[in-house]
């Protein structure tokens, strides 16, 4: 004899298998983003023409690609002496020493993300576009903040 609390314990576990389906059909595991069409172009300084970035789908360039957050990194405070320092540039020159140090072909490319930046983000990377070129240093201007992981997440793609 099938008893009430049988019929209920089935029917709840149908539901959480139909709730399963449906959450499993229509969700993705990363969120859905994408670029506009001025973000899937990079500045070449020395020509100063915008170029596409290269696809995940394309054969590969380089052995080594950074990819480099940033957000209103142009300037940057210390907390303890309260001095204004220039954040971004000590930084890349200490990456690019290193690279550039690397045996002979070793190719690498640095990828710059100005996720949203509203200071001079943009020009301080782009001179580096200028000094190493536009096939080592990119710079990705995102128009609005998409986080840290958004940023890094879309010029992988």
Not at 9 to 32: D, N, R
Not at 72 to 77: F, G, N, T
Not at 111 to 140: C, F, P
């Amino acid at each position: 004899m099938i008893t009430n609390h049988f019929v209920f314990q089935a029917l709840t576990i149908a539901g959480h298998l139909e709730l399963c389906f449906v959450l499993i059909k229509t969700t993705t595991p990363y969120p859905v983003v994408g670029l506009s069409e001025q973000e899937k172009y990079f500045l070449d300084t020395k020509t100063n023409k915008r170029l596409e970035f290269p696809s995940l789908h394309e054969p590969w360039s380089v052995h080594l690609s950074v990819i480099i957050p940033a957000f209103d990194e142009e300037i940057r405070y210390r907390p303890v002496s309260h001095d204004v320092r220039l954040a971004m540039p000590p930084m890349l020159d200490e990456c690019l020493e290193y690279l550039e140090g690397r045996k002979s072909g070793f190719k690498y490319e640095v990828i710059v993300v100005s996720d949203g930046s509203r200071d001079a983000t943009v020009e301080v990377a782009r001179k580096y576009t200028s000094k190493y070129g536009a096939d080592v240093v990119r710079v990705l201007e995102l128009t609005t903040n998409r986080g840290k992981g958004g940023a890094v997440r879309l010029v992988s793609l």
